[in-house]
């Protein structure tokens, strides 16, 4: 058995904002035991911007499920990063058979 203890690393000032944002989505994906890679920032005007990125979640979930995880990741890092105006997720099943809403009594 091991226990694992974790202390939020502060960002470094010389990160450009890109760096930033890319590393505190990981870290808020992480913290909420999801996946995300090939992660898109693009700058708008008035110095806010716009994310999108694929979010991987577990094949054994419904679609349903899997839509509550990515809209509670949407709105935690809306609200932990203001800079972002935009953020667009693509659910992508890790490997393993999805379940519709359907089938998930079975």
């Known amino acids: 058995e091991a226990m694992v203890h974790v202390e939020p690393a502060a960002i470094a000032p010389d990160l450009s904002p890109w760096n ?4 505190r989505l990981r ?3 992480d913290g909420l035991g999801l996946g995300i890679h090939e ?9 806010v911007y716009r994310a999108a990125m694929p979010l991987e979640f577990p094949a054994a979930i419904t679609l349903a499920e899997a839509h ?3 809209e509670a990741f949407i709105r935690r890092a809306r609200a932990e990063m203001p800079a972002l ?6 659910l ?3 490997p393993g058979r999805v ?3 359907e089938q998930a009594d079975d």
Do not use: M, S
């Open 39 to 47: 992660i898109y920032i693009h700058a708008l005007p008035d110095g």
């Open 92 to 94: 992508e099943p890790l």
């Open 20 to 23: 930033d944002l890319t590393l």
């Open 68 to 70: 509550d995880q990515a």
């Open 27 to 29: 870290r808020l994906a």
């Open 99 to 101: 379940l519709a809403a």
């Open 85 to 90: 105006q935009e953020v667009t997720v693509h």
